[in-house]
C-alpha cells in the first residue's frame, strides 16, 4: 500500500526559498502523476502544478510560473517542491497527491507541511 | 486556469437531511470533474470523479451529476461525519477547484 509521507514543518524568512519533499512509501510512483496543492490558514484549496515521473513532465498553475519548481528523484521514490520569493501569503499547509497519469484526479494524499512566513 | 464556481459557499443542514451543492466551471469541462471532503486538520478525501463515479469505499450516499459547465454533489442523508468542506476540482486542463462549501 502505497504511502505518501512528506517532510516536516518550516518557518522561513521573507524572500527566502522552501523546498518540501513527498516520499512514496510502499510502493512505486513512476506510473503516476504527483500534483502540489496547498491551503492558507481558513482558506480553500489552491493546486500549484504536477509532475509526472515516468515522462519527466511539469505544468504549473498560472500564478506560479517562475516562483516553482517541482522535480522528481526516481532513484528515491521521491518529488520535491521548491517555491521561491517567499512572502506572508505563502504561508500554508502544503499537500503532495497522486493520481494515474491516465485520469486527473488524486486519491492519494500526503500529511500536508505546514510552511510558515512570518511578516 | 479554468475557473470554478461553487454555491453555495455555507450550507446549514441537519442530520437526515438531503443536500446538494453545485459547481460552475467556467468553460465546458465535459465530465471532467471531481469532488473532495475536507475535515478540519486533515488532508483531502477524494469521493467522487469524473462527475459521477463513486470513489472505494465511499457511502452510496454520496452522488454526482452533471456534464458541461453545472454539476452537482448530493448526500441523500447527513450523517453526522458529513460536516465538512467540500471541493470541486475540474481536471479538464491540469486542474483547479472551486472556492469549497462548509456543511455546518
Known amino acids: 500500500q502505497v504511502q505518501l509521507v512528506q517532510s516536516g514543518a518550516e518557518v522561513k524568512k521573507p524572500g527566502s526559498s522552501v523546498k518540501v519533499s513527498c516520499k512514496a512509501s510502499g510502493g512505486t510512483f513512476t506510473n503516476y502523476v504527483i500534483s502540489w496543492v496547498r491551503q492558507a490558514p481558513g482558506q480553500g484549496l489552491e493546486w500549484m502544478g504536477r509532475?509526472?515521473?515516468?515522462?519527466?513532465?511539469?505544468t504549473y498553475a498560472q500564478r506560479f510560473q517562475g516562483g516553482l519548481t517541482i522535480t522528481a528523484d526516481k532513484s528515491t521514490r521521491t518529488v520535491y517542491m521548491e517555491l521561491r520569493s517567499l512572502r506572508y501569503e505563502d504561508t500554508a499547509v502544503y499537500y503532495c497527491?497522486?493520481?494515474?497519469?491516465?485520469?486527473?484526479?488524486?486519491?492519494?494524499w500526503g500529511q500536508g507541511t505546514l510552511v510558515t512566513v512570518p511578516s | 486556469d479554468i475557473q470554478m464556481t461553487q454555491s453555495p459557499s455555507f450550507l446549514s443542514a441537519s442530520i437526515g437531511d438531503r443536500v446538494t451543492i453545485t459547481c460552475r466551471a467556467g468553460r465546458n469541462i465535459i465530465t471532467h470533474l471531481n469532488w473532495y471532503q475536507q475535515i478540519p486538520g486533515k488532508a483531502p478525501r477524494l469521493l467522487i470523479y469524473?462527475?459521477?463515479t463513486l470513489q472505494s469505499g465511499v457511502p452510496s450516499r454520496f452522488s454526482g451529476s452533471g456534464s458541461g459547465t453545472e454539476f452537482t454533489l448530493t448526500i441523500s442523508s447527513l450523517q453526522p461525519e458529513d460536516f465538512a468542506t467540500y471541493y470541486c476540482q475540474q481536471s479538464y486542463s491540469a486542474n483547479s477547484f472551486g472556492q469549497g462549501t462548509k456543511l455546518e
Open positions: 469524473s462527475a459521477s
Open positions: 509532475i509526472t515521473p515516468i515522462l519527466d513532465m511539469t
Open positions: 497527491a497522486m493520481g494515474e497519469v491516465s485520469t486527473g484526479w488524486q486519491a492519494l
